[in-house]
């Protein structure tokens, strides 16, 4: 069985394609991006929450002390474990996801086919409560068929994006090869048929107005297709749901600063595990970024988050494509089952809808663009300086990169500490760096350690390209 043990392998990506200076920012706009989007789900908890009890106005410092205190909880019990996180993603997953089928089954008889095809009315701007998602920008707010289309479209790719996060612990799984591409298939099947199915059965059972959809709606729905008892269950599933996430994202983003420590990027002591196996640095540095973003609302965050991630996905799409092109006898677990020619045709897509974002975001998107460069710029030079003058500590053992799948008999670090690879058909391909040339010159493949070495040398996962 092929063993992994790097976990920057979003970097890892980025480095191979456009060298180091690309990966560090990309990794840092891919963390800022994850940060800001981990700040959402103690909001929404807690938004679910109130709801339910019937508080209608929860705000100021008792709303802060709130989602402080979910924070926290939520970061112990990631401390806990990769394990442990799983396994409760798992038992959520069953809870979330149990009456939403409840709600299919019973309002399948209820359907109006009809409904499905209604136009939504003009669109209504008192639907917000604030002038952020409905100020301009470089464009007029577009409004098209009935629709606000920049809240429309953000909802839409905050609620369809981030599968490549799970690229920063694909090393943490048992065969990259086939779990890691196994998982993001299925993932995305069942995210994709979890919205479409609830809404077509919701909107075809109803008959509500198009204003009366908002936050926590489909609680109401759920009453009347199938009794109180359901709409209950559906708000509390839509509930823990969000503390799943809020889990998922938090390892993804605590992981991606363990990586750019174990690059030498950011100091040491982030790249250092509890006895759990977890980054402990980068959960305790994320749960106070993610206090501090909770100041902020649902639909700013939204916007916000979304502005970061879509820059470092265009990178993202970037890499793919070059690599594919000018890469293509480097070795990769999994290799996307299309022609190389093929590649700029798969990312064209993403990429003119990314970009149709951007072109319809207002201007504090782009304040807090420039903002988010301007402060890992800042953060990159103070970096270096503290390297040079040896204020903090740094990783200087560097791995050459020549490998990424570690041979029969080498350490590899897991949650539980080391273990040895017994598989006897495993192997040690080779493939050339797509780096600079000083890279090259640099890099020479070594033997790989034995158990009587003292520092373990670790090995690289590739992200699917």
């Known amino acids: 069985m092929y063993q992994f043990s790097h976990v920057y392998s979003t970097q890892l990506v980025y480095r191979e394609a456009f060298g180091e200076s690309a990966a560090s920012v990309t990794g840092y706009l891919a963390w800022v991006s994850g940060a800001t989007d981990n700040a959402i789900y103690p909001t929404l908890f807690m938004e679910y929450v109130t709801s339910v009890l019937g508080y209608e106005d929860f705000s100021g410092l008792t709303r802060f002390i709130s989602i402080a205190i979910i924070t926290v909880c939520l970061a112990i019990l990631n401390y806990s474990g990769l394990e442990i996180v799983g396994n409760a993603s798992i038992i959520v997953c069953i809870l979330a996801m149990s009456p939403f089928v409840i709600l299919t089954i019973v309002g399948i008889p209820k359907v109006v086919p009809s409904r499905w095809l209604q136009m939504p009315e003009e669109p209504d701007d008192a639907l917000f409560d604030d002038d952020f998602q409905t100020s301009s920008g470089p464009l007029p707010l577009l409004t098209l068929g009935g629709i606000l289309w920049r809240p429309y479209l953000n909802n839409l790719f905050w609620n369809l994006n981030s599968f490549d996060s799970a690229g920063c612990f694909a090393g943490e799984t048992s065969d990259v090869h086939t779990t890691y591409p196994r998982g993001i298939f ?126 470092s996905l265009l990178l993202e799409y970037a890499a793919f494509v070059k690599l594919r092109l000018y890469n293509k006898e480097m070795h990769r677990p999994y290799r996307i089952p299309v022609p190389d020619w093929a590649a700029p045709l798969v990312v064209l897509p993403p990429t003119l809808g990314v970009l149709l974002i951007f072109a319809l975001s207002n201007w504090f998107v782009y304040i807090f663009c420039a903002g988010a460069l301007i402060f890992g710029f800042v953060v990159f030079k103070l970096s270096e300086l503290c390297k040079r003058r040896g204020w903090l ?29 017994d598989d006897d058909e495993a192997e040690l391909p080779e493939y050339s760096s797509g780096s600079s040339e000083e890279d090259d010159e640099d890099d020479e493949i070594e033997t790989p350690p034995s158990d009587e070495d003292n520092e373990i040398e670790t090995r690289t996962p590739m992200k699917i390209v």
């Open 186 to 311: 299925i993932g995305l099947i069942m995210s994709v048929l979890s919205y479409i199915i609830p809404v077509l059965i919701a909107v075809g059972a109803t008959d509500y107005e198009q204003a009366d959809w908002e936050d926590g709606h489909l609680g109401t729905v759920a009453v009347d297709i199938g009794g109180k008892w359901l709409g209950m269950w559906t708000i509390f599933a839509a509930a823990i749901s969000n503390l799943a996430l809020f889990e998922a994202e938090m390892s993804s983003d605590a992981f991606q600063l363990m990586g750019m420590a174990e690059r030498g990027i950011l100091p040491k002591i982030f790249s250092t595990r509890s006895k759990h196996g977890t980054p402990t640095a980068g959960i305790c540095f994320n749960t106070m970024v993610i206090i501090a973003f909770s100041c902020a609302d649902f639909g700013q965050l939204l916007e916000l988050l979304n502005s970061v991630y879509a820059i």
């Open 393 to 421: 500590e740094f990783e200087t053992k560097q791995s050459n990169f020549k490998y990424d799948v570690a041979p029969v008999g080498s350490p590899r670090l897991t949650n539980g500490g080391t273990e040895y690879h």
